[in-house]
């Protein structure tokens, strides 16, 4: 028996199928998501609640003329397959395949490349705007969850939107839930309204009382639109968006074709900016999403048949950097009644759950608001609590000005937790965490740290807490290579860098998750009888001067070696550093991130790509010293010849 998804390409092919083929359609697309997601890890919950919905949105509009923006994007797999990538659908976040988030790279149907939240109305708008002003006549379309819509941005742009009176669709996707629980009184808003009788339910009902009526009839029964509306307005509690002077439809059932299909066409052409709430069920049509859909947000491998999450046999339970801090923090906590936390929507990501759940009255996630968090931290600090941020490297930039201006400025005591520092694989470039040095070290009043490993990390939380001021913490999504985690804390003195292994014929100078890659690197060096010093640095701000100074004054070859942006990067603290003191910054070479977005794959493949594995540092240290050999030779062999 042929399947309807094989038919289906583009989505000119779904608009030859009838409504009634629709829901076998949504059947085979949920089938064939989790088919792929099993094999090769995804977002899944997500994508398997929005399948009618995209659906009925590429059956009701034509977005190669008209545009659908996706907030976040993880939910786009389904518009993925319906827009001519279902057969490179199972190369989805692998290295040189598919983004797991919509990419204007890929396709036509993504008119841009996104990965984080609370963007998509603005978005929306502008184009509407241009639209506008350009003369051409189409639909936009922002589809938002129930925890973007109340992200900063994301009400920002409703309020903007309200005023310009611009047409656009804002099509909110409420299934209660972000990545974990939706959180804050917008969401305890939206579960009032899901509480109420659904639109589509009201409008059944007054039609039938008018169809009824005997004197009225049908002629009455042209004036239902406005009679529906009229009680809408009194019935349901979406006043919040009509007071903004935005139309407000909803909510209706996500699940149901006839109603999406039928709503869709009603609302599609009116004038001005509109809010279609949606209901849907994450992780919808495969029951263990449904009964966790935290946990297959992004699970691992698993059975399609059952949802168990593989294993691979006999594999080492090793410890994430995640953990270390999550357990610390909770150790911290324990000991100090003023220590604190808060994270933006992502308390299961950066480790704070079990933070959370331990101590509830101290946790504070604000959802998808990291301005606000930032700026909550502020006033903890002042009010004499001592503030954890877990947020990652990536999401912290969308709050830089709280940082200069709620934390350095105020000289709060403030220690950010940076998870996803540096190349973070599959998710890409919207996530890799590359910047964070460069943003953060420019600032006054701010320490900056990375550990070289778990025990490390650990003491480092330690040390920002007893410093009382502001810190950040930068660490990789990868495990420790620490076989176990010290019970005791180690002391060292902010600034302070530490020699691991000593030679005499140059220097790595590693910062964070690169410090063990270079110990590896010495050993190939050293079985080509090349001896270099490693050197942890720990610090990025401040940087050990005075040890830093001594290398270049006493080495060939100094190689700064981070997994960060080389622009504005450690390597550069270092060679400013060099360069003020008037010392030879021709020593010094820097290896990192090239300037360039890196594209998605497996972070030790995209580190080995750009020569950040331990061969890659050592071929290119090697290479510098031939270079370095043969220019020093023609110097020699030039001085010579001026001599004669």
């Known amino acids: 028996m042929s399947k309807l998804l094989d038919s289906v390409e583009y989505p000119e092919d779904l608009k030859k199928l009838k409504p009634a083929d629709l829901p076998k359609l949504a059947a085979e697309i949920r089938e064939f998501i989790v088919d792929a997601v099993s094999k090769n890890p995804g977002h899944l919950s997500s994508n398997l609640g929005v399948v009618e919905l995209t659906i009925a949105l590429h059956y009701c509009f034509d977005f190669k003329r008209d545009k659908i ?332 000005d709280q940082v200069f201006h709620d934390i350095c400025l105020q000289r709060n005591g403030v220690v950010f937790a940076l998870d996803r520092a540096g190349i973070v694989g599959n998710d890409g470039p919207t996530h890799n965490g590359v910047f964070d040095i460069a943003y953060l070290r420019n600032l006054p009043e701010i320490i900056l740290m990375a550990p070289k490993d778990g025990n490390e990390l650990k003491s480092m939380l330690k040390i920002a807490l007893d410093s009382g001021k502001a810190v950040a913490i930068r660490y990789p999504k990868e495990d420790i290579p620490d076989k176990e985690i010290n019970p005791q804390y180690k002391t060292f003195e902010i600034g302070k860098a530490e020699v691991l292994r000593k030679g005499a014929d140059g220097v790595l100078l590693a910062y964070g998750a690169m410090v063990y890659r270079c110990l590896h690197a010495a050993e190939k060096l050293s079985e080509k009888g090349i001896e270099v010093t490693v050197v942890n640095a720990r610090f990025a701000k401040p940087l050990d001067k005075a040890l830093i100074l001594e290398l270049v004054r006493n080495h060939k070859l100094i190689a700064t070696v981070e997994d960060h942006a080389l622009m504005g990067g450690f390597g550069s603290a270092v060679l400013e550093l060099v360069s003020e003191e008037r010392e030879d910054a021709g020593k010094v070479i820097r290896m990192g991130i090239p300037d360039r977005f890196m594209e998605h794959g497996p972070r030790n493949l995209i580190l080995k790509n750009i020569g950040l594995d331990e061969d890659g540092i050592a071929d290119k240290f090697i290479a510098t010293l031939e270079l370095m050999d043969i220019h020093s030779s023609f110097t020699k062999a030039g001085n010579r010849r001026l001599t004669v």
């Open 69 to 400: 923006i996706w907030d976040v994007g993880h939910q786009a797999y389904v518009h993925k397959i319906l827009t001519g990538r279902k057969s490179k659908f199972p190369t989805l976040r692998q290295y040189k395949g598919l983004s797991g988030f919509p990419d204007k790279n890929e396709s036509p149907y993504d008119p841009f490349t996104c990965g984080h939240s609370g963007n998509a109305i603005s978005a929306a708008l502008g184009m509407s705007c241009a639209d506008s002003i350009l003369g051409y006549k189409r639909s936009i379309v922002a589809v938002v969850g129930d925890g973007a819509i109340g992200a900063g941005m994301s009400l920002e742009a409703l309020n903007h939107a309200g005023d310009l009176k611009k047409n656009l669709l804002v099509v909110l996707n409420d299934n209660e839930m972000s990545i974990s629980n939706t959180v804050g009184a917008f969401s305890k808003y939206l579960n009032k309204i899901r509480t109420a009788p659904l639109y589509a339910d009201i409008k059944k009902e007054i039609h039938n009382i008018l169809n009824v009526l005997p004197v009225f009839g049908k002629p009455v029964g042209k004036t239902l639109e406005h009679a529906v509306e009229l009680i809408r307005r009194g019935a349901i509690p979406g006043r919040i968006f009509e007071d903004l002077g935005i139309n407000y439809f909803g909510p209706i059932d996500g699940h149901n074709f006839q109603i999406l299909i039928e709503t869709l066409n009603d609302i599609k052409h009116l004038e001005g900016p509109v809010v279609l709430h949606v209901i849907t069920e994450k992780g919808r049509g495969f029951e263990p999403a449904c009964q966790n859909p935290t946990q297959y947000h992004s699970a691992g491998k698993f059975e399609m048949c059952n949802g168990k999450i593989l294993h691979v046999a006999d594999e080492p339970k090793n410890i994430s950097y995640t953990k270390v801090f999550g357990d610390t923090l909770i150790e911290l906590a324990k000991a100090d009644l003023k220590v604190v936390g808060i994270t933006a929507a992502m308390p299961d990501g950066t480790g704070i759950a079990s933070f959370g759940k331990k101590f509830p009255d101290r946790f504070y996630d604000v959802g998808i608001c990291e301005q606000h968090g930032v700026g909550l931290a502020n006033g903890l600090s002042v009010g004499g609590l001592k503030p954890f941020v877990a947020i990652y490297s990536t999401f912290l930039q969308r709050a830089y």
